[in-house]
Structure formats: structure tokens, C-alpha cells
């Protein structure tokens, strides 16, 4: 029986040999041909590129996908080990019909799972839940397709250091793989774009993740980081999360550089290079700084809901260049190809930095000044946290506006804070933004005042 828990909004994820087996793994394979096979003419031949990361238990599942796919009758190609961004640019570059990778992301690495992909556009929502009915009632048709290994690391290497070209003027960057898949390709970009003086952190493949979990997001995980710029005196530092779709990012400083803000600076480097009107997508976690920076400078910020695959379907829909969230997920259509890619985002931060004679501390310093929080979460069950949600905009709009475009984003004039329902786990989601951190405290205070009224512990 497949666990319905592992199918969640974005994804497919869960504890290996608890939730998910080669034997899931195949049903997921021959659910996804299925779902293929239906939606297209009868008798034409389908493709779907397949890769996995470097997790010890990928191997596996990626042969159970591989099996079921070929019984549902579409062929593979099957790009071996890689970071999720080699597969996308594989499925981009072969116009295959689908793509799988095996993956787990960021989660810790008795993990794993798979993101789907049809076309251009991710696989989410009602859409994984068609799988799992799917896999669940073993609702298949069978084939018998064939697989094509191929190699495309140098491929992708190739691509992203041509579209970034050469740097404008020699910098010191060190980047920290963590271990990951992206640790298969870091050093080969760096030197692509022409780095004689970058350090590279962690760039041996371990899906044990011996030295710190990869998840950029987490402060604690970008020390060796920080210390690192801070000691070689580099001009930036750049990370990627397990598979390296998600980017994190440090100063000349040393200073973390959250997502919105990366976000904001690629957005700026877009309206600059192009001009007023153009448009970049943002989630609702990000900072009040970026609507207020590029829509200053002539750009158009929209805001969406939170999840990378509602970012990339949103930006798509407005024909944005550029769109992206708090957690790292950013997307480029800007001389690319559209999804998100953290190692593609990290050689154009550095190229960013090389074409102007600031410093990127200078350049963050521009910007305004806001305190915020980082993102908080408050436990509530998947039958109640909607219904918080839905009394939460009804009560404060009482007093403020309420952006709820995904949850309630209460605006108090001087700062502003969130509740979200979060999609994938049985958690509320909070951030709050100020000017300074006693307004902090105050706007938090009042939205977690009003949290515990509805028995919701404080973070």
C-alpha cells in the first residue's frame, strides 16, 4: 500500500524503507507513464529524462522509476547522477515530455523522494494527487519502453558558463556544495567563468552530508561560510541546497543574504539591463524592500502565493523574465531557460558583483533597511490551520489591510506580518518585518496575541 502522506503539494518525499522502496518507486514510474501515456496521442512515442542525486539510497529508487516507466511504455533517458537543474536543463535541451528526479532535496538524508515535471512546467497539486490514485489502485498501462544513458554534466556546465561569459574584473568567491549534488559540478563552473581565486567548500559528493546539512536556508549551515569569506577576505560566498535548486548566499562581510533579498538584486541587475516594466514574481514571505525598490526603479512586482511551483506557473502567466521566494527558489527566463537552478543563480550573482565597482555589502546597503523575523512556525493540525487562516484575515482586516493572496500578510503601515497555512507540513507559517526591532517586537506581539487566542502555541 503507498503511504498518501508522501504526496505532498510540490513533491513526493518520505523516510526511505519506511514510506518509500524501490518497489513505490517503480509504482510512482509506472503512474507517471500512465499519466503520460493518457494524456497524449495513441501510438506516439513519449520520452522523460530521469536523474537522481547523490543520495546512498537514489541508485535504487531511480532503477525502481526507470522499471516502471518502461512498463508503462515510455522511453528514458537517463542522465545518471546530477543536480536537479542538469536534469531540467536536460528535459529543456531534449524537449522530452517529462522529467523525474530522484531527490530529497534538503531534508536530512535518511530521506528521499521525486519531483515531476511535465514539459516546461513543474508537476503539483491536484496532479500528485493523480499519481497517487494512480500508484494506489495500480491503475496502469503497460508498454514496453527502452532507456538511453547519456551524459550531460559537461553539457550544462558548458551552457551556464557561456550564458553568464566572462567576468568583468577578477574576484575572490568561495562556494560551499555541501556535499550534494551540486558538489558534481561547483568547481567546473567556477573555473568556467574564469575564477583563478575561488575556494570550494565541501565540493566532494556524499549524500551522508558529513559536514553540515545542506539547506541554505538555516543559518547554522552557512558558517563554515561565513568564516570562511571572513578569513580569505572574499568577495562573496555562494551554497546550494541538497540537489542545488535552492541558492544561499554571503557577503564581503560575511553577512547571510537571505532569498528576497538575492531576489531583489537580480531584480535590479533585470530593470537596469532592460529598462522600466519589467516584471518580477515574488511570494508573500518576501521583504516589503523589494515591491518598494523595483517598483521605485520603473519594474513591476507581483506578488504570489509561496511554493516554487506556483512561482514558476505564476511567472509564466504574467510572462515575467524573473521570479522567485524567500526560501531560494529562483527562477530565470532572462537568457535562460525558466526554472529554478541555484548554481546558474550563483554565477550570475558573481557576475553581478564583477560588473560594478561596488562591493556587494555597498550594493545591499542601498536598499532600504527593514528588521524582520526569520520564517517561524506554529503547530496546528491539517483540520485547523486553514480555519486560523481564514479568521486571521477576517480579524485583522478589521483594523488594516490584508493582502491574502496566500494566507494573511497584515499590513500595519510601519511593517507588516504573516500567517500562512503551510502546504506541506501541519504548521502555521509566520514572518514578521519592521523598521526597527521595537516595532518588531510590537507587530509580532499583536499577530501572536491574537494566535494564542485561537490555541496556537507562539513559535
Known amino acids: 500500500m503507498v503511504n498518501p502522506h508522501i504526496f505532498r503539494q510540490y513533491d513526493i518525499r518520505g523516510v526511505v524503507g519506511r514510506d518509500i522502496d524501490a518497489s513505490v518507486a517503480e509504482s510512482i514510474g509506472r503512474s507517471f507513464g500512465t499519466l503520460l501515456r493518457r494524456r497524449s496521442d495513441p501510438g506516439r512515442i513519449l520520452r522523460v529524462a530521469l536523474g537522481q542525486d547523490n543520495r546512498l539510497s537514489s541508485p535504487e529508487l531511480a532503477a525502481g522509476v526507470r522499471a516502471g516507466l518502461t512498463s508503462a511504455g515510455v522511453n528514458v533517458l537517463d542522465v545518471g547522477t546530477v543536480p536537479t537543474p542538469a536534469l531540467n536543463f536536460t528535459a529543456a535541451h531534449e524537449h522530452t515530455d517529462g522529467a523525474i528526479q530522484v531527490t530529497g532535496s534538503h531534508n536530512p538524508?535518511?530521506?528521499?523522494?521525486?519531483?515531476?515535471?511535465?514539459?516546461?512546467?513543474?508537476?503539483?497539486?491536484?496532479?500528485?494527487?493523480?499519481?497517487?490514485?494512480?500508484?494506489?489502485?495500480?491503475?496502469?498501462?503497460?508498454?514496453?519502453?527502452?532507456?538511453?544513458?547519456?551524459?550531460?554534466?559537461?553539457?550544462?556546465?558548458?551552457?551556464?558558463?557561456?550564458?553568464?561569459?566572462?567576468?568583468?574584473?577578477?574576484?575572490?568567491?568561495?562556494?560551499?556544495?555541501?556535499?550534494?549534488?551540486?558538489?558534481?559540478?561547483?568547481?567546473?563552473?567556477?573555473?568556467?567563468?574564469?575564477?583563478?581565486?575561488?575556494?570550494?567548500?565541501?565540493?566532494?559528493?556524499?549524500?551522508?552530508?558529513?559536514?553540515?546539512?545542506?539547506?541554505?536556508?538555516?543559518?547554522?549551515?552557512?558558517?563554515?561560510?561565513?568564516?570562511?569569506?571572513?578569513?580569505?577576505?572574499?568577495?562573496?560566498?555562494?551554497?546550494?541546497?541538497?540537489?542545488?535548486?535552492r541558492i544561499g548566499a554571503v557577503d564581503d562581510r560575511g553577512e547571510i543574504v537571505r532569498g528576497d533579498t538575492l531576489l531583489l538584486i537580480y531584480g535590479v541587475d533585470l530593470v537596469e539591463r532592460h529598462g522600466p516594466g519589467q516584471k518580477v514574481v515574488f511570494d508573500v514571505k518576501c521583504s516589503q524592500a523589494l515591491p518598494d525598490v523595483l517598483t521605485e526603479m520603473g519594474g513591476e512586482a507581483i506578488m504570489s502565493a509561496t511554493g516554487h511551483s506556483l512561482i514558476k506557473q505564476r511567472m509564466k502567466d504574467e510572462g515575467a523574465l524573473l521570479a522567485g521566494e524567500l526560501s531560494g527558489h529562483i527562477m530565470f527566463a532572462d537568457n535562460y531557460y525558466g526554472f529554478d537552478d541555484a548554481l546558474f543563480a550563483a554565477c550570475l550573482l558573481i557576475s553581478i558583483v564583477a560588473r560594478s565597482p561596488k562591493s556587494l555589502s555597498e550594493r545591499l546597503a542601498a536598499f532600504p533597511r527593514f528588521v524582520s523575523t526569520?520564517?517561524?512556525?506554529?503547530?496546528?493540525?491539517?483540520?485547523?490551520?486553514?480555519?486560523?487562516?481564514?479568521?486571521?484575515?477576517?480579524?485583522?482586516?478589521?483594523?488594516?489591510?490584508?493582502?491574502?493572496?496566500?494566507?494573511?500578510?497584515?499590513?500595519?503601515?510601519?511593517?507588516?506580518?504573516?500567517?500562512?497555512?503551510?502546504?506541506?507540513?501541519?504548521?502555521?507559517?509566520?514572518?514578521?518585518?519592521?523598521?526597527?526591532?521595537?516595532?518588531?517586537?510590537?507587530?509580532?506581539?499583536?499577530?501572536?496575541?491574537?494566535?494564542?487566542?485561537?490555541?496556537?502555541?507562539?513559535?
Open 374 to 459: 526569520s520564517e517561524l512556525r506554529y503547530p496546528a493540525t491539517e483540520e485547523a490551520k486553514f480555519g486560523i487562516v481564514t479568521r486571521a484575515v477576517e480579524h485583522f482586516k478589521k483594523r488594516n489591510e490584508v493582502i491574502d493572496v496566500d494566507g494573511a500578510r497584515v499590513l500595519f503601515g510601519d511593517g507588516w506580518g504573516l500567517i500562512r497555512a503551510s502546504n506541506t507540513e501541519p504548521v502555521l507559517v509566520g514572518r514578521f518585518e519592521a523598521r526597527d526591532e521595537a516595532r518588531l517586537a510590537e507587530i509580532r506581539e499583536t499577530m501572536e496575541g491574537w494566535l494564542r487566542s485561537e490555541g496556537v502555541s507562539p513559535a
Open 109 to 245: 538524508p535518511e530521506y528521499n523522494g521525486f519531483k515531476l515535471g511535465l514539459g516546461a512546467s513543474s508537476l503539483y497539486g491536484k496532479q500528485i494527487q493523480e499519481i497517487y490514485r494512480l500508484a494506489s489502485n495500480a491503475e496502469f498501462v503497460s508498454g514496453s519502453g527502452s532507456v538511453r544513458q547519456e551524459s550531460v554534466l559537461d553539457l550544462y556546465v558548458d551552457d551556464v558558463a557561456t550564458r553568464i561569459g566572462p567576468l568583468s574584473r577578477p574576484l575572490k568567491v568561495v562556494a560551499d556544495a555541501g556535499n550534494g549534488a551540486g558538489a558534481l559540478v561547483a568547481r567546473k563552473l567556477l573555473d568556467g567563468l574564469g575564477l583563478t581565486d575561488a575556494r570550494c567548500l565541501f565540493c566532494e559528493s556524499d549524500g551522508t552530508f558529513p559536514n553540515h546539512h545542506p539547506d541554505p536556508v538555516v543559518d547554522k549551515n552557512l558558517q563554515h561560510l561565513v568564516e570562511k569569506v571572513r578569513e580569505t577576505k572574499a568577495d562573496l560566498g555562494v551554497a546550494f541546497d541538497g540537489d542545488a535548486d
